[in-house]
């Protein structure tokens, strides 16, 4: 089996606990089995030892990665594992993970900082600001990519604007509307004046009939290596494991009436939000972010 061209992969095991309790995630204080840990983590290596295994299965193709487990990944070894490993493998081109950030974040010196990146959500009501903030700064010492972000909740207004106010302007900080709210102008605005981007994230996008790169050069991967061509939709594209999914990657128009997501819809090629975050694209930062062509515009911030 040789991959046809380059691909991005979304990872997601079986991982479903999680160290924070968010009032507005279903996987909240989950707790996994030892059982369901020890399975996890083989799943992960698996799929690793197949990403170096590439190199010569289909030598000149890159390979980017984006962990995106329902639970916190980072604070289990085998994670943090898996992001070094990646990260110094010549054909992968970025390994970036969703973390809450709870975790220690001085392993990450053992990465290769050019591929390595993280998408790190705070969280106001599970850890203090002061501790949270204090990471992101190390983050930066250490020379690590990452985006920072957080859940458009009225709630966490206070909390985004002094985030943004004491962030350095070249970190981003995204917002994410709340899955099912309808907000204002009058609502978004605030929002929007932190995050430039947030009208990309305010309302659902209209899908269905347009080109979107799942299951062409973007798959979803699931721990026992089944693949679909993102994690939005339940059809199979068959097995990592076994190469049958190979043979179905194609351009394809997207099957649903909308995404609301931002890992599904940032890959509608009618956004062109692969422009936007041209090189950030995993990690959630724009092109040019901090650099004068996007900036933070909220002056209640600063």
């Known amino acids: 089996m040789t991959l046809p061209h380059d691909i991005t992969i979304l990872y997601r095991g079986p ?11 279903p996987f909240a204080k989950r707790r996994d089995t030892p059982e369901q840990l020890r399975a996890d983590r083989a799943a992960v290596e698996r799929f690793v030892d197949w990403v170096a295994s590439q190199a010569t299965q289909s030598p000149g193709k890159r390979i980017s990665v984006l962990f995106t487990p329902w639970g916190e990944g980072l604070v289990r070894s085998w994670y943090r594992a898996a992001m070094v490993r990646l990260s110094h493998l010549p054909h992968v081109e970025r390994v ?14 053992e990465c290769d900082r050019e591929t390595a990146a993280l998408w790190a959500t705070f969280h106001p009501s599970q850890t203090r600001y002061e501790r949270f903030l204090a990471k992101c700064f190390r983050l930066r010492e250490l020379g690590v990519r990452f985006s920072v ?6 709630e966490h207004l206070a909390a985004a604007c002094r985030l943004r106010a004491d962030l350095p302007d070249d970190v981003y900080l995204w917002v994410n509307a709340v899955g099912g709210r309808s907000y204002t102008d009058a609502e978004a605005a605030p929002w929007q004046e932190i995050d430039p981007l947030f009208p990309y994230s305010r309302d659902p996008h209209p ?3 347009w080109l979107c790169r799942t299951g062409n050069t973007v798959v979803s991967v699931f721990g026992d290596g089944t693949v679909r061509r993102c994690h939005f939709l339940p059809t199979e594209l068959g097995n990592l494991y076994d190469g049958s999914f190979v043979a179905r990657l194609r351009p394809r128009p997207c099957p649903a009436a909308s995404c609301d997501c931002h890992i599904g819809y940032v890959h509608l090629e009618s956004l062109d939000l692969y422009d936007v975050f041209r090189g950030g694209v995993l990690e959630r930062i724009p092109a040019g972010w901090g650099r004068g062509e996007l900036s933070p515009q909220s002056s209640r911030c600063r």
């Open 96 to 109: 970036a993970i969703q973390t809450n950030l709870s975790c220690r974040v001085e392993w990450l010196a």
């Open 15 to 25: 991982l479903a606990s999680c160290d924070y309790d968010c009032s507005y995630c």
């Open 149 to 154: 972000g957080i859940v458009g909740l009225p």
């Open 207 to 209: 899908s269905r009939g």
